[in-house]
């Protein structure tokens, strides 16, 4: 006896004859091999049980009193498309065999049943739908790929965001964002909050480099009455304002070394205590802390508690700069082309060859948000249906000129000369960050410059 699929186990059959003895020889059959079949000798109660139940697949019989085969085919098929369905005859004729795959039939099978023939059929029909939905999975993933809320990017950096804020959806462990300016961690934490099971209480910014010292407390904690000259009336603080939601604490490295430990406590306990007020008041509040300072250097430099940096830095995520997820950029231009449009009676652009490779070439200093300004100005400013350099910035237009159309001078000595100063000058003459837009080591910018004899500008 051949052995059948193992997962044919799974696989939800209904069987419908007037013919009892068939009915019962089949599920004998099925059920010795480990595979359940329901059955019915009534069309009327199949047509009842498919309404009640997906099942994978059926077998009918052609010739029922109540209803024929064919009718019940098409009746399933009308509710139920994803059902495949089996005519069982045993007046065989070709016709009928034509006329069921027509109406949306799978196959036929003849009687009397050949046993295998129906388990090779069954494990066709499972094997198929099995491809079917593993087909429609990808598509599903893929089609989130470029996207992940307002998220947009289909780098591998970005998807490992995507994967981060997936798989914490379901808690509210704290949260802490690093990464240049306008690299989108604003937007990571809303992205966060709304896609938590914290979506419905409320998400409150706090920018820690806005506020003074003493203010900063206060705004965070509250106060009482009298606390200090000013404080004419208890106030809740931030933190009370976000509870059972999500606090984003942005630029956390400004934070002053007293509010660090108070912060602290705040996130261990889950308690504070207002400015002036000797007892506590219990919070609930997820903490998600962004900065575009490297942590880590303001820890060596006693500026940051490391106690306060373990208890942030429970889910670390980084964002990537634009210069490092080129790949990103035409899909980001056209999200935010998409979005300006929303906004101006859907006039949709669309971007000259020319004018997207200057923008993929463009090292981007202020990362997304500076991308999103210039396709800002460039919708504007662009007068036909098609965005081109023209409706770039002079210094964009420029950098993508120096490295490919207008080109004369092909020295390679000369070009590298004036790389390296045109570098220089953007960065301000940090050797560091010039090394990276040119994409060498921070040695051979030294020995390139010693050896060119480039002074920095700085
Ligand atoms: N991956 C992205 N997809 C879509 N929009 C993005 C993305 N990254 C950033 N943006 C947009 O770019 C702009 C800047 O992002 P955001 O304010 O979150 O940056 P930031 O890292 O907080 O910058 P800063 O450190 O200067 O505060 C926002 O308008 C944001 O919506
Ligand atoms: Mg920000």
């Known amino acids: 006896m051949p052995e059948p699929h193992p997962s044919l186990q799974n696989c939800n059959i209904l069987f419908v004859d007037d013919d009892r003895q068939i009915l019962e020889l089949v599920q004998q059959f099925l059920l010795h091999r480990g595979i359940h079949v329901t059955i019915t000798p009534a069309a009327s109660e199949a047509l009842q049980m498919v ?53 949306g039939g799978y196959d036929y099978l003849q009687k009397p049943i050949n046993f295998d023939r129906l388990t090779i059929l069954l494990e066709r029909i499972w094997e198929n739908k099995r491809l079917k939905e593993e087909n429609v999975f990808i598509k ?33 462990p704290t949260v802490l964002i690093q990464g240049e300016s306008g690299t989108g961690k604003e937007l990571v934490a809303n992205v966060i909050h709304r896609n938590s099971q914290r979506r419905h209480k409320p998400f409150i910014p706090v920018n820690c480099g806005a506020i003074s010292e003493h203010l900063l407390e206060s705004e965070l904690f509250g106060h009482i009455k009298g606390a200090f000259s000013g404080a004419i009336r208890d106030t809740v603080g931030l933190f009370k304002a976000a509870d059972g939601g999500t606090l984003f604490l942005d630029e956390i490295a400004e934070i002053p070394p007293s509010l660090q430990v108070k912060l602290l406590r705040a996130l261990q306990e889950q308690r504070i205590r207002r400015v002036g007020d000797v007892s506590e008041l219990p919070v609930n509040v997820r903490v998600i802390a962004a900065t575009n300072k490297i942590l880590e250097d303001e820890i060596e430099s006693q500026r940051f508690r490391k106690d306060l940096y373990y208890r942030l830095n429970v889910i670390a995520i980084h964002m990537p700069a634009l210069r490092e997820i080129k790949e990103d950029v035409p899909f980001l231009i056209h999200h935010f082309i998409r979005r300006f449009s929303r906004k101006n009676a859907n006039r949709v652009l669309n971007v000259s060859q020319e004018a997207m490779d200057i923008l993929i070439k463009y090292q981007w200093p202020g990362n997304v948000r500076e991308l999103e300004n210039v396709i800002e100005r460039a919708y504007a400013l662009c007068v036909g249906d098609t965005i081109a350099p023209a409706d770039l910035p002079p210094e964009i237009q420029n950098f993508g000129e120096t490295l490919s159309v207008g080109e004369t001078n092909f020295n390679l000595k000369d070009n590298e000369i004036r790389l390296i100063r045109k570098a220089l000058q953007r960065t301000q003459g940090n050797k560091a960050e010039t090394a990276r837009l040119l994409g060498i080591n921070l040695s051979t910018v030294y020995r390139k410059m010693d050896k060119y004899g480039i002074q920095s500008p700085a």
Do not use: C, W
Request: proline letters at 3%; glycine letters at 6%; charged letters at 30%.
């Open 51 to 103: 309404a009640e139940t997906p099942y994978d697949v059926v077998f009918s019989d052609l010739m029922m009193p109540e209803m024929d085969g064919l009718e019940l085919l098409k009746a399933i098929k009308a509710t139920r498309s994803n059902t495949e369905v089996v005519i069982v005859t045993g007046h065989g004729s070709i016709e009928t065999a034509i006329q069921a795959l027509k109406l």
């Open 140 to 172: 599903e993933r893929l089609k989130d790929r470029y996207k992940y809320d307002e998220l947009v990017g289909i780098s591998p950096r970005m998807q490992q965001v995507y994967e981060i804020i997936d798989r914490i959806s379901m808690g509210a």
